[in-house]
């Protein structure tokens, strides 16, 4: 859990990072970012990030609808491994309680957060998982979006399996 909870901090310094910079932030370069570490890292199903409105680059109005993204325009892509390669789609159901707690809980704490296990849909596909999510926040410190990555329960219960204590396990 450490290790994947680690890509959630990287992305989550290298977006700040971004932020700092006096080029404009590119969501195309953001979503190289994204898919390389989740084509890096085999163990996660998803790596996603959700901006609050107009937080990214101030141009969620001209992103309405278009790939990795839904009506409202805001940078929400969900890079996955879902259907065997690699492909983006939006994030759903972020603002609403329960099905959204995914980002609500961070956005409400403003701190990191291992979730508890759900079920979420991945390239139509119901996958029970959990979702280790990073909290992003600009140079004043106030909350602008968080980056989180998702490890299928099916892939932490084989590496529970394969751990041995002792002689015997």
Known sequence: LNASLDVARS???AFAGLQESPQPLSRAGADALLRRALKENSELIGIWTIWEPDAFDKND???????GHD???RYVPYWNRGSGDLAVEPLVNYTTPGAGDYYLIVKQSN???VLE?????VAGKD???TSLVVPMRDAA???VGAVGVD???HTLSDRLAATKIGQTG
């Open 111 to 113: 701190r990191e957060a």
């Open 151 to 153: 490890l299928p329960l």
């Open 11 to 13: 992305l989550g310094q």
């Open 141 to 143: 410190g106030a909350f």
């Open 71 to 73: 009506a409202t325009g």
């Open 127 to 129: 996958v029970l998982m």
């Open 61 to 67: 109005a001209a992103y309405v609808n278009k790939p």
């Open 117 to 121: 296990p759900y079920v979420y849909k």
